[in-house]
């Protein structure tokens, strides 16, 4: 039962367009919500997270917007640069804290 | 500097052995977390603690075990009850509820 999907596996991008990764949910408790890059053979490093009270956080390129009703986030990335290419996970936090995560998606940026 | 440390970066293990892998933070985090990644997958919880001498299981526990007699150390062992055990193994710390900061990971192969 995957309760966090991100139903693309890869997406392709030309440097300096937008990037836009989605991700969706099912358990209506989660109320924090998170995307990490991840590259090969290393660590995933957090990007930014967002609040379910709120429906859009910004920092820099990055934006996350959160559609409650739909229950459907996605991350933007404008704009794009070849050094944004990485797996990005979406993920989404019960009040305990537990997290689980989406299957990622492999963003390309070509220069 | 402070950070998330795992060891070894790569590790083999013959059929029918169990393994020890380490984890260790100073960033003074209460909680501490064990994921698995395989090909294609999100990150799948195996334990997680959110207190010393205290761990919950996560989604995938079975075969494997840990301990938590230090803050500063999760360390898995990965026994030979886990029928497939060749992963990438990631290690998380966390200060609030929310947030996750990763080490580098572990891979293992079993041979």
């Known amino acids: 039962d995957q309760q966090v999907k991100q139903n693309s596996p890869s997406l392709s991008v030309q440097e300096g367009r937008i990037s836009i990764l989605n991700c969706d949910y099912t358990n209506s408790m989660f109320d924090y919500f998170l995307w990490y890059k991840k590259y090969p053979a290393e660590g995933p490093t957090f990007l930014i997270s967002i609040s379910s009270i709120k429906d859009k956080n910004e920092d820099g390129r990055f934006t996350v917007f959160l559609n409650k009703s739909a229950k459907h986030l996605s991350l933007h990335i404008v704009p794009s640069q070849p050094g944004d290419s990485a797996v990005y996970f979406c993920?989404?936090?019960?009040?305990?804290?537990?997290?689980?995560f989406g299957q990622g998606t492999i963003l390309t940026v070509h220069p | 500097d402070g950070g998330i440390t795992q060891s070894p970066k790569y590790l083999f293990r013959k059929e029918g052995q169990n393994v020890t892998l380490s984890c260790e933070q100073n960033l003074n985090h209460d909680a501490m977390y064990w994921y698995r990644q395989d090909p294609g997958q999100g990150l799948r919880l195996i334990y997680y603690s959110q207190i010393v001498n205290d761990f919950q299981k996560g989604d995938i526990a079975e075969g494997y075990s840990v301990s938590r007699e230090k803050k500063e150390s999760f360390p898995l062992t990965v026994t030979s009850a886990q029928k497939n055990p060749t992963a990438f193994y990631l290690c998380a710390s966390s200060p609030t509820t929310h947030e996750q900061f990763f080490g580098p990971g572990t891979r293992l192969t079993v041979l």
């Open positions: 993920a989404a936090s019960l009040p305990y804290g537990k997290l689980t």
